[in-house]
Every structure is written in C-alpha cells, then in structure tokens.
C-alpha cells in the first residue's frame, strides 16, 4: 500500500483566501512539502497554511533554487521528489503546497513531471494573484469574444509588445523587474488608460496602481508584481 499526495494551491497570500477543501485537507495530512526560495527562508506559502495544518502533521521546508543554473535546479527537485516517493512508499498522507494555483508557474509542476506514473496524486486548485487583482480593481480579465493572455514578463520585451498588439486583455506576472519596458509598451499603445498594476495582492505589503503614470520612476516593486490589460475596459 502508498499513501496520497495532494498538490495544494494556497492562493494568492491571505489566509483566508485558500479553499475550504486545502483547508480541509491541510488538517488531515501527516507531512507538509513547503517550498522556499533561499536556503534557510521562510516560505510564504508555509505562512498562508500555517492556521489550517494540524498538529500531528510533519513540515519539511525544502530549498528550490531561483537559478538559471539547470544543474543546481535539477539536483533539488530531484531530491525532493526522492523523498516524496519515500514517504508515499511509507503510507503518508502530503500535501505540497504552493503559492496561487499549483498548474500555473508553480514550483509543483517542477515536481509533477519527475514523478513516476501510478501515483495516487490530487490536485486542489487555488485562487490566482490574478484572479484576486481583477476583483480588487473590479476589472474584468475578458468579456464576450476577448482573447486573454497570461505571460510572464521575463519573455522578453519583442514578446510583450507582439502579445500587447495581438490580445485584448492581457495579464502580465513578474513585472517588477522589467516594469520600464513594460510601461514603455503599454503607453507606446495608447493602454496607459486600461491597465493597472498590484503588487503583494491581499499581503500587508501589497500596492496598487490604478494609473501606471503614478509609479515613481525609483519605485522597487516586490517579485510578485501583476500587471493587468483590458483594452475594453
């Protein structure tokens, strides 16, 4: 006999913004996976969940390098997904949790791929940063016949550019380290108008523009900046 494996999206940072079935679920679990960017950090996600995981459970923080080295990324998910199958042959019950939904730009899809098939594996989706930034701004992410596309912005500017030209709504994630380009493409457009940016969505340390004209030119915007197009809105 093995045990399960959850796959547990956390959301987008407030506690109470996970689902009743990962808060559900969190409770019942004897180990929790927790991904964390830098050795010995703490882990957002693991912050989210804290209130909802139960006594009984074991908490194991792993290390997952955000490095363009590919050996040094290869190596920790490896080893991470070893001691998974470990504890899966030992009968546990886990979960591993990560930030937002755990199928878009998650460090579990990392892990999903390595494993071996047969599994008994669920995924619990989570709610997006995105999801969130369009009900706070109360801007709708498409209507009707509208295209949506959601891009990272480390694509590169002639991607951004060619996708602000070709969709009517767009979500642009990780904009905070190339936000001039960004802001550049947009006004270049004539969409100053129709975007918004929030960083830290529901955190304490979150921030909104309604106007991207407002931004400092000295701004330092955290990692997890969203940047939102609606051509229609």
């Not at 899809?109 to 989706?125: A, F, N, T, W």
């Not at 109360?138 to 891009?151: C, D, G, I, N, Y």
């Not at 969709?167 to 947009?186: G, R």
Request: hydrophobic fraction near 45%; charged fraction near 20%.
């Amino acid at each position: 006999m093995t045990g399960k494996l959850y796959a547990i999206g956390t959301g987008p940072g407030a506690a109470d913004l996970i689902t009743v079935r990962a808060a559900n679920l969190l409770a019942t679990m004897d180990i929790v996976y927790a991904p964390a960017a830098r050795k010995g950090g703490d882990s957002l996600a693991l912050s989210i969940v804290r209130p909802y995981i139960g006594q009984q459970t074991l908490i194991k923080e792993r290390h997952f390098p955000m490095t363009h080295n590919a050996a040094e990324k290869e190596q920790a998910w490896q080893a991470v997904v070893e001691e998974i199958k470990t504890d899966l042959a030992d009968n546990k019950k886990i979960a591993f949790i990560s930030l937002g939904d755990v199928m878009l730009y998650s460090t579990w899809v990392s892990v999903l791929e390595r494993l071996p098939d047969g599994l008994d594996i669920e995924v619990v989706p989570g709610i997006t940063s995105f999801a969130l930034i369009a009900a706070k701004t109360q801007r709708p992410l498409a209507m009707e016949t509208q295209s949506l596309v959601v891009m990272s912005c480390t694509v590169g500017k002639e991607a951004l550019a060619q996708a602000l030209k070709q969709h009517s709504s767009l979500v642009l994630m990780k904009a905070a380290s190339c936000l001039a380009d960004v802001k550049e493409l947009i006004e270049q457009q004539g969409l100053l108008d129709c975007a918004v940016l929030v960083s830290d969505a529901s955190l304490e340390t979150e921030k909104q523009y309604r106007n991207l004209r407002d931004i400092p030119v000295d701004e330092k915007l955290p990692y997890f900046t969203t940047v939102l197009v609606n051509k229609e809105w």
